[in-house]
């Protein structure tokens, strides 16, 4: 029997809940049976026996779960074998980093979302390494876009040079809608925000913090040693329309585009229409740069609490499916 | 560089040319006969373009002369080059002197277009640098993007290369 203790239960925690609920049949084919021994947040929780279901509904009717608990504490207590780590990204690593090591030093596989693990990247390597068990981020990165499996598996006897990427789909969004309309930065933004794409404080996205941080989980993947510190970074508040109007007329588009090789850096481009990276919209792309095979790209969307959840749960999977 | 040279209308008459280019560690990029443009004598002008180092191009010239007669030779062939849009300030901080700063003897600011929406807003400019070497071009780019930080304009710069 897999134990599994999810922390973080906001959209991408609640997703991944109801992904195992509704693939309770196939997934146990797959990984034997399961169970989650722990759902918390950051202030309450609910664990031993108890039905997921109802930790879902009450979570999304109150906005808490049955219990004051703190997480930490929890982890360091309960029997789990896995934890499933969907809190909010901190760039210190915060209580994420925190629990992640609490249950890699307790022999504990580690599946998790939060990109906080850019602040204790090698840290947490080899802390699982050396208690054996797996520390999987697939979903950290473009959603459910498989590059870190695709780095560490398909492409682990090839040699990457580097990669280029469009990480950040908010930022990619406004782009298009300059591009397209010729709006100024400002319009598109509160548009934006009115749509729910951008935050109502958007800073995180739109000065590349979020792209960087990505781009640092990326460039570790491909043997970088990298921190966020490291990354040249410029956001796209700087952005006319007069710029893209330009950049067209030589068939060019804009996009922020990060990109790591002989160093790191977060800013806008100018990218040839019809290039991997002049992708529109929400999307997201990331392109490898290999030795043996030229560039291999793969794109797909960037976000969204299933599309995350889809790759964690991929993740779990793949821990249990390589070990059977 | 290119060299326009004039040869008569007969078999064997290009060798002449490519043999002290070839000699000299030369690498010939294209050559186009101007068979349209005969002259009087009946020769044909040939422009070759080519790459060489720097320093032999004085001992090529001296040594085509001795063979074929020499039209023009144009010792700086612009063979990269890029572009690249800047966004700010543009006029108000001295665009003849940012352009300057690009200008060397293996580069220069070949075409800039100017958009500017309203007085007191950032102006965009497109500007194509061209030079002589992909060197030569990472330097001169390097060069505007130091100017540009110091005057407050943003650079925006191409990717690198076209894997597609």
Known sequence: MIKIAIVGFGIVGRSFAELLLRKRETLAKRIGEFEVVLVADSKSAMYGEFDLREAIEIKKKSGRLKYDAKAVELLQELDYDVLVECTPTRIDGGEGVEHMRIALSSGAHVVTSNKSIVAAFRELEELAEKKGVRLMYEATVGAAIPVIRTIRGYLSTFTITGLAGVLNGTCNYILTRMEDEGLSYEHVLREAIELGIAEADPSYDVEGIDAAIKLVILANTIGIDARFEDVERRGISFLTPEAFKAASEKGYTIRLVAEAGDSLSVRPRLVRKGHPLATRGTMNVIVLHTEEAGSISLAGRGAGGVETASAMLSDLVAIYDSSR | ?164
């Open chain 2, 1 to 164: 560089m290119t060299v326009v040279v004039e040869l008569e209308d007969k078999p064997g008459q290009l060798l002449r040319v490519l043999e002290p280019i070839s000699k000299l560690g030369g690498n010939i990029v294209g050559i186009v006969h101007q068979r349209g443009r005969k002259t009087p004598l009946n020769r044909v002008p040939v422009e070759i373009t080519l790459r060489i180092d720097a320093r032999r191009v004085g001992e090529l010239v001296e040594r085509l002369e001795e063979k074929v007669i020499v039209r023009s030779v144009d010792e700086v062939t612009m063979l990269e080059s890029t572009f690249l849009l800047l966004i700010g300030h543009i006029i108000h901080t001295d665009l003849s002197d940012t352009i300057t700063r690009v200008d060397s003897s293996d580069a220069e600011c070949v075409e800039i277009f100017v958009s500017m929406p309203r007085r007191s807003e950032a102006s965009t400019a497109l500007l194509t640098i061209a030079a002589r070497s992909k060197e030569a071009l990472s330097i001169a780019v390097a060069r505007l993007k130091e100017v540009c930080a110091r005057k407050g304009i943003e650079v925006i710069d191409p990717i690198d290369g076209d894997f597609v």
